[in-house]
C-alpha cells in the first residue's frame, strides 16, 4: 500500500508532478503480481496438505498424459494421486485419467496456450487435496506460454520428446531453464532416430545454466521410469519431511 | 498468445493506479523486460493495441525498456554479459552461474491524466492522443 496517495498494493517510490495534470507515477510491480499472488496461495494449499504438486510440461503430443498413465501404474499403490489437466479443447486427457481409477479434474476455462494460476486454484477446490499424496498438473502442450505462469507448483518437470530435435530447449530456453526435472520422452524410439543426441540435450540444457537432472523414459517400457519414480518418491519424501522449501520454488520459477 | 494475457494484467494494475489517483486516463506507461522473462517486446506491443481499447489506457503509449541479461560465475566469480541461450561463463565456460538481471517482467512507472487536466486542456489533450495513436499504428 502506498503511503503517500493510498493506491492499492503498489508501493511507489515517487510522485513526480509534471506539466499541469499530469501526474508521473513510480510503481516497479511484477506484471504477474497477481498470478504470482495466486500461485503462492494454491502452493500453501498443497503443502498445507502433504501434496506434492508438479506442473508438467511439454510441446503438444510429447508423451505428458501416457507418462501420467504409466506412472499411475507404477505407483498407483503407493501413493494416491490426482490429476489436473489443462487440455481446453477436450476431455479426452481427463477421461483416459480416470480410466486408471484416478480423480482428474479438467480445467475448461481461459486462453487455449498457457495454464494460470486463478485455473489451477478453481481446480483444486473441485479435489480433495486431504486424500491426496501427489498431484499432477498437466499443462497446455506449448513451450512458450506456460513457462511465464507459475500455478503453485513445487517443481516443473518438462518433457522432451527424441521425435522433436535435440535443440529445443535452445529454442525455448525460457521453459527448459525452468524446469527441475527433463524427461527426454519415448526413448522406445530412440533407436529409430538418428540425429537425436541425448549428449547434444543435455548440452544445450547446461548452456541455460541449468543443472537439472535428465531421464530418458518411455511409457512403453514401464522398466525405463525407474529414476523417474525414484525421483518423484525422493521429491515426495524431501516434501513430507521438510518444511516447504523456498530455495526450490524458486528455481522452479522463470519470472521470480 | 499469453501476451495478451499480460497486458490484460497490466492494464489492470495501471487501471487500478489511476483510480487511485482520480485520473481520467494514463498516457504512458513502462514496462521493463528481460530477455528470460518470456515475452517478446514487439508481440508485446501488438497484444497492448488490443487490450488498451476501452480502458483507462485507451490512448496510452506503450514504452519497453530491454533489460540486459548477465551472470555471475559461481566457479570463478567472473561477471558477463550473455544470451537466452547461452548462460555460459564467458571467463571459464562453467554453466554454474547465477542470474544477476535479464528476467524482468516489471511495470516502471505510469504517466496520468488527471481531472483537471481534462477540464481545463480538453484540446490539447485530444491532440497528444492522436499523435499517440498515429505513432502506434506506424509502428
Ligand atoms: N513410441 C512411443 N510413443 C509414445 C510414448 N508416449 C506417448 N506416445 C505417443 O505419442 C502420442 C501423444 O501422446 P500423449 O501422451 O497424448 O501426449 P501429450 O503430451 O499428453 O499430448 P497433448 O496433451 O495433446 O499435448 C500418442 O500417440 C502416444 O501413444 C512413448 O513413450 N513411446
Ligand atoms: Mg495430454
Ligand atoms: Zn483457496
Ligand atoms: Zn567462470
Known amino acids: 500500500m502506498c503511503e503517500s496517495c493510498g493506491c492499492a498494493g503498489v508501493s511507489h517510490k515517487s510522485h513526480v508532478h509534471g506539466e499541469s495534470g499530469r501526474l508521473s507515477v513510480a510503481v516497479f510491480s511484477d506484471i504477474l503480481r497477481h498470478n504470482n499472488d495466486q500461485a503462492a496461495h494454491n502452493r500453501e494449499h498443497f503443502t498445507e496438505h502433504g501434496v506434492l504438486a508438479l506442473n508438467l510440461m511439454s510441446s503438444p503430443g510429447s508423451g505428458k498424459t501416457s507418462l501420467l498413465e504409466a506412472t499411475i501404474d507404477a505407483l498407483g499403490d503407493v501413493f494416491r494421486i490426482g490429476v489436473i489437466e489443462g487440455d481446453l479443447a477436450t476431455e479426452n486427457d481427463a477421461r483416459r485419467i480416470r480410466a486408471k481409477g484416478v480423480p482428474a479434474v479438467q480445467i475448461t476455462t481461459g486462453q487455449a496456450c498457457h495454464l494460470d494460476a486463478e485455473m489451477v486454484h478453481e481446480a483444486l477446490h473441485q479435489l480433495d487435496l486431504a486424500s491426496l499424496d501427489l498431484l499432477f498438473i498437466e499443462n497446455v502442450g506449448n513451450l512458450v506460454c506456460p513457462a511465464s505462469f507459475d500455478l503453485g507448483q513445487h517443481a516443473n518437470v518438462a518433457l522432451l520428446s527424441v521425435t522433436e530435435g535435440d535443440d529445443k530447449p535452445a529454442k525455448y530456453p525460457v521453459l527448459f531453464r525452468a524446469a527441475d526435472l527433463i524427461l527426454l520422452s519415448k526413448s522406445d524410439l530412440l533407436e529409430f532416430i538418428d540425429d537425436f543426441s541425448p549428449i547434444r540435450a543435455e548440452q544445450h540444457i547446461r548452456a541455460l545454466a541449468n543443472p537439472a537432472k535428465i531421464f530418458p523414459v518411455s511409457a512403453r517400457r514401464p522398466e525405463s521410469l525407474a529414476p523417474w519414480l525414484q525421483w518423484l518418491r525422493a521429491r515426495w519424501d524431501a516434501q513430507r519431511n521438510g518444511a516447504p522449501r523456498a530455495a526450490d520454488t524458486t528455481a522452479a520459477l522463470p519470472a521470480k | ?139
Not at chain 2, 497490466?10 to 485520473?23: C, G, K, W
Not at chain 2, 518470456?38 to 493495441?49: C, H, M, T, W, Y
Not at chain 2, 488498451?52 to 514504452?63: D, M, P, S, W
Not at chain 2, 528476467?103 to 490539447?124: G, I, N, Y
Open chain 2, 1 to 139: 498468445m499469453h501476451e495478451l494475457a499480460l497486458c490484460q494484467e497490466l492494464i489492470a494494475e495501471v487501471t487500478r493506479i489511476a483510480a487511485a489517483h482520480d485520473a481520467v486516463g494514463a498516457s504512458r506507461i513502462l514496462v521493463m523486460l528481460g530477455p528470460l522473462s518470456g515475452v517478446e517486446a514487439p508481440l508485446l506491443k501488438r497484444a497492448f493495441l488490443v487490450a488498451r481499447v476501452g480502458t483507462v489506457a485507451e490512448e496510452a503509449t506503450l514504452e519497453i525498456e530491454q533489460q540486459p541479461l548477465s551472470v555471475r560465475c559461481t566457479v570463478c566469480g567472473a561477471k558477463s554479459e550473455v544470451t537466452p541461450t547461452n548462460l555460459l561463463c564467458r571467463t571459464c565456460g562453467a554453466w554454474q552461474v547465477e542470474i544477476l538481471e535479464g528476467d524482468a517482467l516489471l511495470l516502471k512507472s505510469v504517466e496520468l491524466f488527471l481531472d483537471t487536466a481534462a477540464e481545463d486542456h480538453p484540446v490539447e489533450q485530444k491532440a497528444a492522443a492522436e499523435t499517440t495513436s498515429a505513432q502506434l499504428g506506424n509502428g
